[in-house]
């Protein structure tokens, strides 16, 4: 929507709920004054849309400075946190055993409205407003050639999926998620499995919490750290 020297500010008016396609990034780290100015201009805006957040992403590769930091501390309602991304050749990763409960598979015309209600269960734990409007972004990944979206099934039931944004040089895996009562089974490294298969020609890139206990396990599938980038965002009463 707008960029300067100092931010690009991105909107996504399909799904105004999900923090991650409504926010400033910064091109530089700002000052506790530019972050402030910056800060009312985003809140002005998303309040004119009717969206209750502000998000905020920092430069890639550079920690918050200690004041900008303690500034945003001292809103209790500020949380802070960073990204870690990672990376790996597909032909690194580690051999499966197959499981023949296990199957995945891209989700075709025959599969999207069990991707789609396995989608709107996990989404509908941040609300039915967020869960319908994200069903709204799935149809539309499902037709843009650039994504491509797999499901991952146990006994015939729909355990799993993940999402691959698809670039000239990498595949990149967004949204893994696998349903709690199915979790270690290996699901997870099956539908990553999957994604190597598909594309092992790319580089296979992922962003993980830099809090979230699965960057240990990506670690363990040889991948390679790559850097981070810190991020925080406020939601309004």
Known sequence: ??????????????????????????????????????????????????????????????????????????????????????????????????????KIQRVTSETLDDYLRFQYEQNSIYGNDFAEQKQFQHVSNYKNEKFMQIIGFYKGTPAGSVDVIISEDTAEIDALVVYEDYQRKGIGSQLQKFVMDQFPDKTVILVADGDDTAKDMYRKQNYQYLGFQYESFKVYK
């Open 1 to 102: 929507m707008d960029e300067n020297e100092l931010y690009k500010h991105i909107h996504n008016p399909e799904v105004l709920l999900q923090y991650d396609s409504n926010f400033i990034h910064f091109k530089k780290m700002p000052n506790i004054q530019e972050f402030n100015n910056t800060h009312s201009y985003l809140r002005t805006y998303h309040e004119k849309h009717g969206q209750k957040h502000v998000k905020f992403y920092f430069p890639e590769g550079e920690k918050l400075t200690p004041e900008l930091e303690d500034h945003m501390k001292a809103d209790a309602d500020f949380t802070i946190g960073y990204l870690e991304l990672f990376a790996i050749e597909p032909a690194n990763f580690p051999a499966i055993n197959e499981n023949l409960d296990i």
